[in-house]
Structure formats: C-alpha cells, structure tokens
C-alpha cells in the first residue's frame, strides 16, 4: 500500500482527476445539503427522486460506463493476449454500469419493490419499506461475487484497488444510512422530540445519497485508473510486436 501512494504522488494525471471528482462531488454534495436548509427546506430535498443530485449520480454512472467501455474496446483489439482474455470481464462491467445508471434513472429497483407488493399482496409497512434495500443489496452481492470469481483477472489492476475498495466502503456506509432513514429506531435513540427525530431522518437520507455520489466518483477513479493500465500495457505490448 505504502508503495502505491508513493506511485499515486508521481502519477499527475491520476491524481488531479481525483482532485477534480474530489472536488466536484464535494461541492455539489454541500451546495445540495446546505442550500435546502438555507432556504428553509429538509436537507435530502435535492437527493430526492427528480432532484438534481439524482441527475449527477445518473451521470457519474454513466461515465465510469463509458470508460468501462472505452477499455472493453482497447482489450478487444489489444497487442497483449493476456489484454484480449479480459474483453468478457469489460462487457460485463461496461453493461452493470450502464444498467445501474438506468436503475437510477428510472427507479428500476423500486418499480420491482412495488410489484413485489402487488404480486404476494404485501401491506406496505416499515418492514416491507426495507424490500428495495434487499434488492440493492443483491446487486452488491452479485458484483462481489463475480470480481471474487475473476479475482485473478483483477490482480492485473490491483494498482486501482484502492479506489475500489474506498467505492465498496462508501456503498456500505450509504447501505446502512439506508437502512436506519427507513424508520425512527435510530432517531429516537439521538433525539427526543418527534419534530426533531424527522429532521434527523431527513438528515440521514441525505447523508445516504451523500455517500453514494462519493462512492460513485470513486468508481469513475477505479475504470479511469484501470484505462491508465491497459494503455500502458498494449502500449508495451505493440512495441514487443514490432521488434519480433
């Protein structure tokens, strides 16, 4: 680890994109939070369905997509064998990412918690409530198991890990923050007041989304690193082709 931060410091381009999701997560993520409740409004107003940092997870999505593309391309026609054998794992990555962006967009996951409800007649309650958090969640269990299944193929791009592995820690924060802004459990055991447990809920939800943008950015970091290293490798690769 020690050694990569040392890489990290050197390696300009990586990190002043970092520096740039850095800071474009964090400003849009405050001027959401800070700016509803300075003109009176709860402070997951923004985070809401339909409000803009919605729009902004949407498109952090889509960009990490397109750069999982963008490697699915270099791979598929890459000088190194050892690049080509990933083409399966990069289309599948590309396509979780561009269906994730959709399920953000169009609320796939809730519109399955809704049928859920209808099919097996499920009363609506705070219980049932946690349904599309199950959902969500096997989303993470099929992705984790999947990498865990090509873990071989992956070590090729440990350098990027770190960026991953800070993705997959915001995620989990922003599963838990979830799970507790679907009831007033955690709430009640913070503050006394009625008034004031939903204000802490409302709080919680948007630290959730807030978390989720973070995570999100992180990800563009983890395909944009992995691009990095590809290039770098064909880019070898091609040279050793040329003096055979």
């Known amino acids: 680890m020690k050694s990569y931060w040392l890489t990290f410091s050197e390696d300009s381009p990586t990190k002043r994109v970092f520096y740039q999701i850095l800071f474009i997560d964090s400003m849009l993520v405050t001027l959401a939070m800070f700016g509803a409740v300075a003109t009176g409004h709860p402070p997951d107003l923004h985070f809401r369905e339909e409000g803009f940092l919605t729009y902004v997870s949407c498109l952090q999505l889509v960009i990490a997509a397109v750069i999982a593309g963008k490697i699915f391309n270099l791979v598929k026609g890459s000088s190194s064998q050892e690049l080509v054998k990933l083409k399966t794992f990069w289309l599948v990555i590309c396509l979780g990412l561009t269906f994730l962006a959709l399920d953000d967009g169009f609320e796939i996951h809730e519109e399955i918690d809704f049928l859920l409800h209808d099919l097996l007649n499920i009363t609506q309650n705070t219980l049932t409530d946690l349904l599309d958090d199950l959902i969500v969640g096997g989303y993470i269990l099929l992705s984790l198991l999947y990498f865990a299944f090509k873990r071989q193929q992956i070590h090729l791009f440990r350098r990027s890990l770190v960026f991953f592995q800070a993705g997959c820690v915001l995620t989990g924060i922003m599963v838990i923050l979830d799970v507790a802004s679907h009831n ?30 973070y995570a999100e950015g992180m990800f ?8 990095q290293i590809v290039k770098s490798i064909d880019a070898r690769a091609a040279v050793n082709k040329e003096q055979l």
Not at 187 to 205: H, I, N, T
Not at 220 to 227: A, G, L, Q
């Open 184 to 213: 007033y459990y955690l709430a009640s055991l913070v503050v006394d007041r009625a008034a004031d447990r939903e204000v802490f809920k409302q709080w919680l939800g948007a630290w959730e989304d807030g978390a989720k943008i």
């Open 220 to 227: 563009i970091m983890t395909v944009y690193k992995c691009r």
